[in-house]
């Protein structure tokens, strides 16, 4: 038995082209967790991270808790600055009366942290205040948390107990779901208490086991062993000679079973030992022998286990749930009479799944549909993490025994009907007479080999993938002015267009306001040094004036406009938009652009020797139109699909940048822009974000023509693959990695070439 689970496992593992899919996928698993990980304008880095882990290695739980309120009364101090400078930034007498009284209401406060706002001492885990402040109210939630866990269960035991003794609910009400609840809930944890929790963040165990794209990829890895196990055999009519021999029936059956479940424990040890090595280098992990409670993504949990009990369980579940889903979908590999059957019906469950766990609200009647389905039960998080009961006819039904029992019903079906399939023996060869094709032959070469090579080859699948990655991140970009923004911002829409007296009035009037502030500024220093003052007093004494000060670096932005337009002519134009829009500010588009390179590389490596490995080249160009058309017709393709893969993440960005910085201005000239006032070509700000995708648009496209060329000349596609990665990729890793001399190796400066004027 073991000798023949042995032989099986070698006839799929044996496979060079399997290994090497394998291998894919772990890579891509480690790419999109570092893709994923990439700090962003309201996402901090994992070396954040890491640096907290760092500081609070070693300390007891008071420790971590006097420092945590440390922390988070410094981040409070230097928002009530920021408050307070916005206030004043507000035109008129209101906003100085606001933020008199602000300061009244908390007296002392805005001197104490005005210099450490103004010095930036305070950051000490990332280098923008936006960031600062985020993780640091989110590690301070998780603090509170897990040091109020014992309070956390008091209150469960105290919300029975009450129940049990209101005299309202001793009659009909206790049999309502919600008091039933109420009480399973009291005894379900009241196995638990406070002990042994030791508080860390839980960035690194989260980031490691609740990814879903590791999910997916472990599906597919599912999808090949079956397809390799089963299908093939399938097509060369061997399932008739195996069931003829003497361990042909029920013992070869069980080494295929056997043989499957190596298989999906081995995948979901190795990726999820990945993530795990990945964020342990990142980030680092604490104390993994305390309570999974001390993370507070698990304070709902009532398992009594360690943080390592609970990841060694999480993978041994999932790998569980792999194989029930992989028995099943061999199950129907031999019942299937097409071959596109099997793959259709696995496809449908999991879309199925994902759509049933993506749409349902968690808080309803029907949630039991969104957690108890082959995505709902791969998450584990869920299952040990946190705590639910369903409401089954009214009593509270543990959501961790129903999908327990979901697990063995559909290992058992698979197990069953993968048997009852085989033992029939039906149907173990493909029926191919009269079966449909999504294939219809086109009059038009375009057209036709756009169908080889988009679908036929899986093309537009890895664009797709690809363009949405990128477009997804820049999608989840969240742009939010800071307080000096605002104030350009609210100016420079009152100035928008040409200069008038009232505009230019306004201009000035700024200017002599901070003028005067700068001349008492002045007057203080020179009352200080003639003894006149103490440095105290003098420091009191100006502080008032330097809340009109601090704004004057964004003011310099409208006073440098106003110079240029009162000497030479022009509009105004609030530019922030643009200059987000292009690069020159905020994060670069480097990561879109080697997303773009992945995806281009990988869906045209091969293009060029899609017919070599079927040699039907002879038989091409003895055609009318021959070879030299059908590559033209290829090379047409690549680079129109790699120009509009490239739009995809442009016009996420324009979409994300316009809301917080609106893009006006679009009939003035393209070099009223302070940064673009040497541009050579005179056009209007309309062009701007045209010409952008466009130059974005012809490296995508040269990007393509290369490889497909690539693909050409080696007629390998993991020859072409390699050649594409090291010219268009690593030089793109290497500069993301912090070495900026190999961006003059990649294509990125054309790519942001109006990143750099």
Not at 126 to 135: C, M, R
Not at 671 to 680: C, G, H, Q, V
Request: aromatic share 12%; glycine share 10%.
């Amino acid at each position: 038995m073991i000798c023949l689970t042995g032989a099986e496992l070698r006839k799929v593992w044996g496979k060079r082209g399997f290994l090497l899919s394998c291998i894919a996928l772990l890579a891509l698993d480690l790419f999109l967790l570092w893709y994923a990980a990439l700090p962003g304008e309201n996402r901090p880095g994992l070396s954040a991270w890491h640096r907290f882990q760092q500081t609070i290695n070693g300390m007891s739980e008071q420790e971590k808790g006097e420092y945590m309120q440390k922390q988070m009364a410094v981040m409070d101090g230097i928002r009530f600055v920021e408050e307070i400078l916005m206030l004043q930034s507000i035109p008129g007498e209101a906003g100085e009366t606001m933020a008199a009284q602000a300061r009244e209401n908390h007296p002392g406060i805005f001197e104490q942290y005005y210099e450490l706002y103004l010095s930036g001492d305070y950051l000490e885990l990332t280098d923008s205040p936006w960031l600062e402040l985020e993780l640091t109210e989110m590690l301070y939630t998780q603090w509170e948390k897990c040091a109020g866990y014992g309070e956390y269960l008091l209150s469960v035991q105290e919300q029975g107990s009450t129940l049990g003794n209101i005299g309202i609910f001793a009659g009909k009400n206790q049999d309502t779901f919600a008091s039933r609840n109420v009480r399973k809930s009291a005894r379900d944890y009241g196995r638990l208490s406070a002990d042994d929790i030791s508080w860390m963040p839980d960035r690194a165990v989260t980031g490691a086991m609740e990814n879903v794209w590791t999910d997916f990829l472990l599906l597919l890895s599912v999808f090949s062993f079956v397809g390799n196990m089963v299908l093939e055999e399938k097509e060369k009519h061997l399932f008739y000679i195996i069931r003829s021999t003497r361990r042909g029936m029920l013992e070869n059956m069980v080494c295929r079973l056997a043989a499957l479940l190596l298989h999906c424990g081995v995948m979901t040890i190795l990726l999820y030992g990945a993530n795990l090595a990945f964020f342990g280098s990142q980030v680092g992990f604490g104390d993994l022998g305390a309570r999974l409670q001390s993370l507070a993504a698990y304070r709902e949990s009532i398992l009594s286990i360690s943080i390592r009990g609970y990841i060694l369980l999480s993978m041994a579940t999932k790998s569980i749930v792999l194989f029930g889903f992989g028995a099943l979908l061999g199950a129907l590999c031999i019942a299937a009479e097409r071959i596109y059957l099997p793959y259709g019906g696995g496809l449908l469950l999991v879309g199925v799944s994902y759509i049933l766990y993506t749409v349902i609200p968690a808080a309803c009647e029907g949630n039991i549909l969104k957690y108890l389905n082959l995505f709902g039960i791969l998450k584990t998080e869920n299952l040990y993490g946190r705590y639910l009961n369903f409401n089954f006819f009214g009593y509270p039904v543990s959501r961790l025994l129903l999908s327990w029992i979901l697990i063995l019903f559909l290992t058992g079906m698979g197990i069953l009907l993968g048997m009852y399939f085989y033992w029939r023996g039906d149907t173990l060869v493909f029926h191919r007479i009269g079966g449909f094709s999504v294939f219809r032959p086109h009059g038009s070469l375009l057209l036709h080999e756009s169908f080889k090579l988009l679908i036929s080859n899986k093309t537009l699948a890895v664009l797709l993938l690809f363009g949405f990655l990128a477009a997804g991140r820049e999608w989840n970009h969240s742009y939010v002015p800071s307080v000096q923004e605002s104030y350009y911002q609210d100016l420079m829409q009152q100035l928008e267009g040409d200069l008038t007296a009232e505009k230019e009035a306004l201009v000035l009037a700024e200017q002599d306001r901070y003028q005067k502030a700068f001349d008492h500024i002045s007057q203080i220093d020179r009352m200080v040094s003639d003894g006149n003052l103490t440095e105290r007093a003098g420091e009191d004494r100006k502080m008032e004036f330097y809340v009109v000060t601090a704004f004057y670096p964004a003011f310099l932005r409208v006073w440098e406009q106003y110079q240029e337009i009162a000497a030479n002519g022009g509009q105004f134009v609030y530019d922030t938009g643009y200059l987000y829009l292009s690069g020159r500010m905020g994060e670069s588009m480097l990561a879109d652009l080697l997303m773009l390179s992945c995806g281009i590389t990988l869906a045209f490596c091969g293009a060029g020797a899609m017919e070599d490995a079927k040699g039907t080249w002879y038989l091409l160009g003895s055609t009318r139109k021959g070879r030299r058309a059908v590559l033209r017709s290829k090379l047409a393709i690549c680079i129109a699909s790699a120009f509009l893969l490239s739009i995809m993440p442009l016009v996420c960005r324009g979409i994300r940048v316009s809301e917080a910085f609106p893009l006006m201005g679009y009939g003035s000239s393209i070099r009223n822009i302070p940064a673009l006032r040497d541009f050579r070509l005179p056009m209007p700000l309309w062009c701007f974000p045209l010409l952008l995708g466009l130059s974005q648009g012809l490296v995508a496209a040269g990007t393509a023509a290369v490889v497909f060329l690539l693909s050409c000349w080696h007629r390998d596609t993991i020859q072409a693959c390699l050649f594409a990665t090291l010219l268009f990729i690593l030089p793109l890793v290497l500069a993301l990695l912090g070495f900026t001399a190999a961006e003059g190796f990649s294509l990125y400066p054309l790519y942001s070439w109006l990143a750099r004027l």
